[in-house]
């Protein structure tokens, strides 16, 4: 029972660290990749952290995992039953909503202050590059998944799968900066061409 506890509280505490470190990330404050911030945010020591994680490597890699967990698989859930053009559009609209979200911009943060060069960031992020890189994996998996019964050639929608998030980051971007572009339009504009694309790939 008492060990019970003590995994519990364990936890509950590597818990609250990685909300600090998302929480940290995602205000864009000077220091907000400092290890040592963040376990002041969380109330605790950066031995604490370090005990938790390993190092800064780890907590990172930490944080990309926690934050991948809440997200769950995005495109293949975002639409399951639709058309093409609904699948496409659900996809866009969920991205368009949650790329201001708090983990988003705590990830976007983080990837601003990496390096790079990606042999850089291997080399002096093993953990952290290994988790960006299973995202990619996992990113393109889920879209593969959510137009598998579609019949669209998977090699199109492999393609589609790596702009999308670029496309994406670029409209938010517009809206954050603010603009004269129709962003709803603009977005309109993405989805049918998304569409185009993959519905000239169906056999017939």
Same mark, same amino acid.
């Given at each position: 029972m008492t060990e019970r506890r003590t995994n519990r509280r364990g936890q509950a505490s590597r818990e609250s660290m990685l909300d600090a470190a998302v929480h940290a990330?995602? %205000?864009?404050?000077?220091? %907000?990749?400092?290890?040592?911030?963040i376990a002041k945010d969380a109330g605790a020591t950066w031995g604490t952290?370090?005990?938790?994680?390993g190092d800064i490597d780890g907590l990172w890699a930490a944080v990309l995992r926690?934050?991948?967990?809440?997200?769950?698989?995005?495109p293949s859930h975002a639409v399951p039953h639709g058309t093409l053009a609904e699948r496409v559009t659900g996809i866009l609209d969920v991205m368009y909503d949650g790329l201001t979200a708090t983990? %988003?911009?705590?990830?976007?943060?983080?990837?601003?202050?990496?390096?790079?060069?990606?042999?850089?960031?291997?080399?002096?992020y093993p953990q952290t590059a290994a988790e960006l890189a299973s995202w990619q994996r996992t990113w393109i998996e889920d879209c593969q998944k959510a137009f598998a019964d579609l019949d669209v050639d998977p090699a199109r929608v492999r393609e589609v799968a790596l702009f999308i998030?670029?496309?994406?980051r670029g409209i938010t971007s517009e809206r954050q900066l603010g603009t004269y572009i129709d962003l709803d339009e603009a977005r309109r504009g993405l989805s049918k061409a998304i569409v185009a694309y993959l519905e000239n790939s169906q056999t017939r």
């Open positions: 990330l995602a %205000s864009g404050a000077p220091g %907000s990749v400092s290890g040592n911030r952290v370090k005990y938790q994680f926690h934050t991948a967990e809440r997200r769950g698989q995005m983990d %988003s911009r705590a990830i976007e943060n983080l990837r601003a202050a990496l390096p790079r060069d990606r042999a850089e960031l291997e080399r002096l998030p670029g496309a994406m």
